[in-house]
Nanobody
Framework: QVQLTESGPGLVNASQTLSLTCTVS??????????WSWIRQPPGMALEWMGV???????HYNPALKRRTSISRDTSKNQFSLQLNSVTPEDTAVYYC???????????????WGQGTQVTVFS
């Protein structure tokens, strides 16, 4: 059974960088055909896909967030990470890491999710 666990600070100062890590167990992030995404849900709003890192290390981002977002991985630790720069209170949300079977952008075949971590941006 694949398990994903998000970690990182729950409070971030506005204009700073939000950094989260997802630790994966029960499966390798380099296994062919899988991809690993970050998704967030601001309070009272819908889920928002932020970006993905594919098994081959390639990345794709939500165009609305691309300028501020970076996703990377550490294969030795079986982790992937999110950095969101220049945060504002509008970036306050529950942040989730997920796994999907990779058929390309928009397939949304998420099968495993982390429990989510609340991040609050204060000014």
């Amino acid at each position: 059974q694949v398990q994903l666990t998000e970690s990182g600070p729950g409070l971030v100062n506005a204009s700073q960088t939000l950094s989260l890590t997802c630790t994966v167990s029960g499966g390798s992030i380099t296994t062919s055909s899988y991809a690993w995404s970050w998704i967030r849900q601001p309070p009272g709003m819908a889920l928002e896909w932020m970006g993905v890192i594919v098994y081959d290390g390639s990345t794709h981002y939500n165009p609305a967030l691309k300028r501020r977002t970076s996703i990377s991985r550490d294969t030795s630790k079986n982790q992937f990470s999110l950095q969101l720069n220049s945060v504002t209170p509008e970036d306050t949300a529950v942040y989730y890491c997920t796994r999907e079977t990779w058929y390309g952008l928009g397939s949304d075949t998420y099968d495993f999710w982390g429990q989510g971590t609340q991040v609050t941006v204060f000014s």
